[in-house]
């Protein structure tokens, strides 16, 4: 168990807050895509033993959200089976300050995308209800049955838990953390800890932010029956009230109950922080949008890269990095005519002038192809890292399948999913 909540304690600390992209919603038919590619990379994948290392599920997650990151930057760039050169048709926004606000251009056309300033004062909070401090090993709550209500915008729900003879405050105290996350009513809730004392407490976020004009709070908790025991667990007790994005759009005041709005249906805003005086919304030029997009590609590529030194200076396993790094090496001429130009650690940057030059000449075809070569090859090392991230780790060959006889194995997505599982099996 240590071990899976190492490896899932890494995942959220290291990459659970990274806000979803349009482009991770897909169609049916590139689901079954995937699907068939984990089940063909299982029927041919031999029976292996994972090499006991601490850091074995780290690299792998590492590996399989450096792949997404990847995949997503072909996807911003361009949508499958399109040429990049069509980018240069397409309408992308720019923000002057993306840390404070970022945007996306969501209109049909044109039509009403006009260049606006934005400036934010206060971001849209959630309400955040925090607990006492009770000890762990301790017994303050009586063998019985409890309840509590919750009311949540218009809506009222009854959760039912209950206390068993010698159960100490943290098992009650995730009892009640499981039932509030588990029953979907629109708050999610944690442990804090004080490790010091030695106690934790409950606290309960609303996954709404802001309140309308005839609102104080987005929910209450209370209890007419079980009044005592709400006392000791006091969440009930509202640590942050929820509020309203406050910003200016063209120095005209405005609130939203949300951080992310649409204006004039054609920018999609999300607020992310406060900012440093007023925010420029426009639409990029042609070369700008491809350089930002070419930009992003080669961030991710220099990730995955970095993923691979990582491991290769830990475990001597270069697998990861001799594909990865291969792909600029058999092109390293041809992306040098395009700006794109490696150091010695084979990390890809761009020259945005170099790019905008040999864009605008007579050779921009030959540059497009060897454009499009690139983002193909990253797509192809993405999708084949994401399949089957264990193929990288240190592992040793128990047996290799009997081959023209082997079988589909659906539900082994790849070992993957079973990584987190003991290692000395």
């Not at 899976?4 to 689901?31: C, P, Q, V, W």
């Not at 399989?64 to 240069?88: F, P, Q």
């Not at 004080?194 to 004009?213: E, F, L, M, P, Y």
């Given at each position: ?7 899932y ?7 659970g ?15 079954r ?10 029927k ?16 792998a ?47 049909d ?46 809506h ?21 953390v ?52 709400l ?21 005209v ?24 005086g ?6 990029m ?12 590609l ?63 000449s007579?050779n ?7 454009l ?10 993405a ?28 539900y ?14």
């Amino acid at each position: 168990m240590a071990r899976i909540d190492a490896a899932y304690n890494y995942f959220m600390t290291t990459y659970g807050n990274n806000i979803g992209s349009r482009y991770e919603s897909h169609k049916k038919s590139e689901l079954r895509d995937t699907y068939n590619k984990i089940v063909k990379a299982n029927k041919e994948a031999p029976l292996y033993k994972i090499n006991d290392s601490e850091d074995i599920g780290q690299f792998a997650i590492d590996i399989k959200e450096h792949a997404n990151a990847m995949t997503l930057s072909v996807s911003n760039l361009t949508s499958t089976g399109e040429d990049i050169s069509s980018v240069l048709e397409k309408r992308i926004a720019s923000s002057s300050d993306p840390n404070s606000v970022d945007v996306l251009y969501v209109g049909d056309s044109t039509d009403g995308a006009e260049d606006f300033t934005i400036q934010v004062d206060a971001l849209a909070k959630p309400q955040v209800n925090t607990g006492n401090f009770l000890l762990s090993e301790g017994h303050d709550f009586e063998e019985g049955q409890y309840s509590f209500d919750l009311d949540i915008r218009n809506h009222s729900y009854e959760f039912q838990f209950n206390v068993n003879k010698n159960e100490t405050n943290l098992t009650v105290q995730n009892k009640i953390v499981r039932l509030l996350n588990t029953s979907d009513v629109g708050l999610s809730a944690k442990l804090l800890s004080n490790d010091r004392a030695g106690s934790k407490a409950i606290q309960i976020v609303s996954k709404s932010t802001g309140v309308a004009d005839d609102e104080n709070t987005l929910f209450n908790i209370s209890s007419s029956i079980s009044w005592r025991e709400l006392n000791i667990l006091g969440i009930d007790n509202v640590t942050q009230q929820p509020s309203n994005s406050d910003f200016k759009l063209n120095g005209v005041s405005h609130q939203s109950l949300s951080n992310t709005f649409t204006v004039n249906k054609t920018y999609e805003l999300i607020l992310k922080r406060p900012s440093n005086g007023e925010v420029s919304i426009g639409l990029m030029n042609d070369t700008e949008a491809l350089s930002k997009g070419i930009t992003q590609l080669l961030d991710s590529y220099n990730g995955m890269l970095d993923i691979g030194l990582k491991y290769n200076e830990a475990h001597q396993n270069r697998t990861l990095f001799n594909e990865i790094s291969s792909i600029a090496k058999n092109d390293a001429s041809k992306l040098a005519a395009v700006g794109i130009q490696s150091d010695s650690m084979n990390h890809l940057y761009l020259d945005k002038d170099v790019l905008s030059d040999v864009i605008n000449s007579e050779n921009k075809e030959s540059a497009f192809e060897t454009l499009n070569n690139l983002k193909n090859s990253v797509s192809k090392a993405a999708s084949k890292a994401s399949i089957n991230p264990m193929n990288y780790v240190d592992k040793s060959i128990v047996e290799y399948k009997n081959p023209g006889k082997t079988l589909s194995a659906p539900y082994a997505s790849s070992a993957y999913s079973g990584m987190m599982m003991n290692y000395g099996l």
